[in-house]
């Protein structure tokens, strides 16, 4: 608890004041002149020394230092911020990296400098897998349009074809079912999967599947095996990376067996009562996507061919083949999913958020104004060096001792009593009456 | 006498707001002004608290890295920018008091405080007496020195900045001259 009377606390709260009243901008003359102790203090206390003060001036270099420092955070705080604003896309050193989350095991993929390329390679593989899914559920006549793998076609044996005496195995629903009965024709490579449109493009190529020879027999038991049979199944396509069962056929004679390899999508329905159909089932060839299906006119003349063993019934029921020819109609759904990669080009078009920002800078340049304001503050050590006018007021005090040396001036009134003693020497004048009484008694 | 008006040199309150903004944004021409502008005030600060040119370098190299971090935090309230960058010195410099007490080197450094080598030795000695001094006020009351003497802050920023009204600081600023002129020799009239 302060007292209010203490000399201390007095002067503090007279300093407040006058602080106070410095700070505002009032003339504090008055103030100083009604309060003395303040004016000491003002005049040639604490007040006038605290000013002055200098300090080491900081390094140049350090300050330098800091300040790249300082800069350097700026910089990678403004880049984690658009990384967070972007999400998934990034360029670091000239090279986009794109974070995938969608559940592809891709994972990341690095490509050229701002291209798109990385989905190319990415995402190439979807259409495919859709693509065979998607053909494996158009049906029976679907079979054989299923994007091959491997190329095309392989030799088919002329004399087979041409050759209509020959044995017809006995064909029949359940041997379709297993080996499908389509003829096939070479498929052009097709290309499933974006091309990038800058930077390096990403291409998988799909080839058709290995040919199956048409109507190979099977388990032929009620009927010896044709001689020519052995010579007509040609020998399996070259299978290329391909990841199709193959599937053991029992010619039924026992004498041969041969491999062949099959897709694994539903054959054609055939009528099994029909052997001939086997061999008329080429049209299928029109199912491949790149040739819209025109072409099945033209896949009959191989299916013809590359029956070994139906080659002579062929020729006669070659009406039903146009029938089929319908079929391509549902090869054009494949075409139509490789659509979808390219979309996925558009990503690279947030990254146009930056240039936005850049708008900002010339609005700063008002800022330095406010600097100016620090030299206004200067201002107020030059108006207390108006208080030490008070401070003459003490020497004016000083003059009292001298004149308190003009006491000894009244000690010179002694000197001037002096006098009396000399006046007395008139007394023996009187003693001249004695001699006149004779008698008289001495004073 | 004083001639200053009050709130004259007070930022604009709408501008400061803006250049928080343009902050945020990661704008490094905002940063850079910001270092020129308050890198010697805060140099300043730091060197009176902590005696030492280095850790006073340190010290303001710091506060700028800190306030990058933590604008994003920030929220402009009208008070002025220096005054967050002050209390962000003044928690690294309790800190780096903290951690390193009084250290040896300190009384040499001392000297150098003082002023320039080739002051005048009078005013050498003054301001080491001064500087001296201040090691023997109260914190509060040494902030309130600093800030607003070597700072030149006004007293309604430096309340602002340590959470005191201005009448307090006021009165702090006054006990403080009072207890300097005791420190200094200066003559005791009470």
Partial sequence: MTNEHDPQTQLEAMLAEYLRLVDRGVDTQDFIRDNAELALLVSGGVLARLQPVELPAPDANRRDRARAAMLKSVESRHRSLLRRILGRRFRFFGISFIVVTAGLSAGVASGAVGGPAPFAGLFGSLPFDALQKQTSQDGPSTDGQTPPRSAPTPAVPARASTNPQQPVPASNADALDDEGSATPIASPPMQIGPVGSDGPSSRILVAADPLVPASAPKQQTDAPAPATTAAAIPAPAPMIESSRPSVQFDLGSGEQDTSVAVPNEPPVQQNADDPGNNANTPPLAGTLPVQNGSSGDRGNAPGQVGSPGNSGNAPGQGASPPGQDGSPGNSGNAPGQGGTPPGQDGSPGNSGNPPGQGGTPPGQDGSPGNSGDAPGQGGTPPGQDGSPGNSGDAPGQGGTPPGQDGTPGNSGDAPGQGGTPPGQDGSPGNSGNAPGQGGGSKP | ?190
């Fill in chain 2, 1 to 190: 006498m004083a001639k200053e008006s009050d709130g004259a040199s007070a930022p604009d309150p709408e501008l400061e707001s803006f250049l928080v903004e343009q902050a945020k944004a990661g704008e490094a021409e905002v940063w850079e002004s910001w270092f020129d502008q308050y890198y010697q005030q805060l140099y300043s600060y730091a060197f009176l608290r902590l005696r030492r040119k280095v850790d006073a370098e340190d010290i303001v190299a710091q506060v700028m890295l800190e306030a990058v971090k933590g604008i994003n935090r920030y929220e402009y309230r009208g008070k002025p920018i220096i005054a967050w960058l002050f209390a962000i010195a003044h928690n690294l410099i309790a800190d780096n008091v903290k951690r390193q007490q009084r250290r040896e080197t300190r009384e040499a450094d001392a000297v150098v405080a003082g002023g320039p080598a080739d002051a005048d030795p009078a005013s050498r000695i003054e301001n080491l007496d001064l500087l001296q001094a201040l090691d023997e006020l109260t914190e509060e009351q040494r902030d309130v020195i600093i800030l607003r003497f070597f700072m030149g802050l006004r007293p309604k920023e430096i309340g602002d900045l340590l959470g005191k009204s201005e009448a307090a600081v006021y009165s702090l600023q006054a006990r403080a001259i009072l207890a300097l002129r005791v420190s200094m020799g200066d003559v005791p009239s009470l």
